[in-house]
């Protein structure tokens, strides 16, 4: 079997007196979405941002292709080539698609000067293939649409050569036509071998575009299920009761 | 009309020109209307070397704002800068180069405190900076016990930076000039104002993009500071003495400046250029009210109506973009 690209054992955080996540073990492997649901306070942000390099757990231990890794920041993660696509898709609306694709991560000429020229054709080329409508990248991004922000986020992390995407609610302010645009792109991505680990409150959508359902509630991993042969019923309960009785995994 | 600019934001323009500029022109055609003596070259002059100061420290305050942060310390560096510039006493080449850089460093210096403070500690800016502002003007003043400082022998060569004239125009004029040129491409060709403009557009994506957001952010601080220090350095050797008490408060002359000039006061938009097309519009209306005898107050007046005028028709302006 193919080893996972990331893996987690044990993982805990506590902020406070809260305890945010109590001992999450999970692994994601290549080709695979892996969904992450649960309720609002589940810990699914907190195990985001702690894979992502946001925070630093603060028990436990976290392999990326075999190797226990320490991200100090988001910059470790991403040369673990782990990227993430946030909720907010981190993107800086006062900027266009170009300066957004490299943010960052700029492409230079000598002493600090940005080679702009470079960068607009390598954006430009990125996002039509994975958009071929879009055209006018020149535009503050702040006067796109949802599914053009989408696309940006996604061929920012593809193009940076993404090993495991997580995506953070990236449908929740989409309506239908982008959220199955979105949906199209995460099938591509997941058949192109990239590990996905795909958080989401749309259980519908996570049966029909994860393989394994992982499920949180209250800081613990409630248990992990095939996503095929599952049904929302079943998920829904695990999230409500915390248990994973009677579930087939 | 409105279009967009490379770097993606918006900003007030008629054609490809943004509107200061335009209200430029028509502001300096209006007064040559006005008055027969404001077209004249030494008049013309006079109008450039007004703005100079204020502009300076307008530049720098660009630089901070754009990265969505205020810095009111500036007035206060000015004045130290230039105590220092005077107590250094330049009588000498090389204690005049000492006098121009010992004081720059000084703001500099001001500006990291700041920066860390509101960087690394999270601090809101409007309170760090106006707290440096006592700090600075309290550690000036007990100093010089409140003295005047007037130093016997000025160097020549230090009274050359406001002096010295290249092709007619005054050296703080060419100094103001070549400082809005470098800090244009500072802020639209380079990394570091490409992520000055991600930090004021959205410090925690920046943050999350893996932008030095302490760093970069302490910098604009620094800039702010130096260039503060900068125009008190200009001043001490223009006036060739200063009164702690007496020196005029350049934050909200160059604020005012700032806001006219479309940057945001939230951050993330703005230029260094259209800030110096702004200052020279409020130099050119406060040249012209002195010309036409307008007393102190009126000027005072005018100032604050460009302020509060701009603010809310740029407000205007993006809450209808």
Redesign the interface.
Known sequence: MTAPIIELVDIAKSFGGIRALKGVSLSIFPGEVMALVGHNGAGKSVLVQIISGVFSADKGTMLVAGQPVQFRNPADARDAAIETIYQTLALADNLDATANFFLGRELRKAFGFLDTRRMKDVAARALQALNPEFIDIERPVRQMSGGQRQAIAIARAVHFNARCLIMDEPTAALGPRETAEVGELILRLRQKGLGILLVSHDVRDVIRLANRIAVMKSGQLVGVVDAEGANEDSIVNMIIRGSAKGIRH | MTS?T?????SWRIGYLPAIYIILIVVIIGAGLTSDRFLLPSNLIAVFQQAVITGIVALGMTIVLIGGQFDLSTGAVVMMSAVMALLISPDSAVAAILAVFIPILAGAAVGVVNGLAVYAVRANSIVVTIGMQFLIVGLVLAAVSGQHVYPENLAASFRAIATTRIFGIPMPVVIFAALVALLSVLMS????G??V??I???I????????RVIQIGTLTFALSGALAALAGVIIAALVGHVDPTAIAKYEFPALTAVVLGGTSLSG??GRPAETAAAILVVSVITNLMTIMNYQYPVQLLVQGILLTGAVAFYAYRRGHA
């Not at chain 2, 490379?6 to 918006?10: I, K, Q």
């Open positions: 967009m490379a770097l993606g934001f918006r060709k380079t990394v570091f490409r992520h403009y991600a004021g557009g959205d925690e994506t920046a943050r999350k993009a893996g932008i993330g938009e």
